[in-house]
């Protein structure tokens, strides 16, 4: 179990998209970004049983606010996702934000910025 923070605009994007699908969660859809990204994702990690209602936030909410969220995920996808932390120099938060980019979510120049490398050699 883990937070992340998505920037409101993301997240209202990504659960309008969770919900258009049937058995999808918010959840289901980082996992389908990290498997864009290369990771082993089991099909059955990929839908959902049960769904939540999703809040959105209304337009009176600045849309690069942040969401912090805790995400249960399986243990062997979080091993997947630190390998791929310290491959990338990246935070966990930038992982999953490039797997939403890489299944045609629109992340923003802002974002995409903040992709750089985190972790410095030697360290």
Do not use: C
């Not at 289901?28 to 970004?33: F, H, Q, R, T, W």
């Not at 337009?59 to 243990?75: C, E, F, G, I, N």
């Amino acid at each position: 179990r883990s937070f992340i923070r998505l920037p409101v605009y993301l997240w209202n994007d990504v659960g309008a998209y969770a919900e258009r699908q049937e058995n999808m969660s918010i959840k289901n859809v980082l996992m389908a970004g990290l498997r864009a990204l290369g990771m082993d994702i089991d099909d059955e990690d990929l839908t959902t049983r049960k769904r939540r209602p999703i809040k959105h936030y209304d337009d009176t909410v600045d849309p690069m606010s942040q969401v912090s969220t805790t995400l249960q995920l399986p243990r062997y996808v979080w091993d997947q996702v630190e390998s791929y932390v310290m491959a990338e120099k990246i935070s966990k938060r930038h992982v999953f934000i490039r797997g939403l980019k890489a299944v045609d979510f629109p992340v923003r120049e802002e974002d995409d910025k903040s992709l750089g490398r985190i972790i410095r050699e030697g360290r």
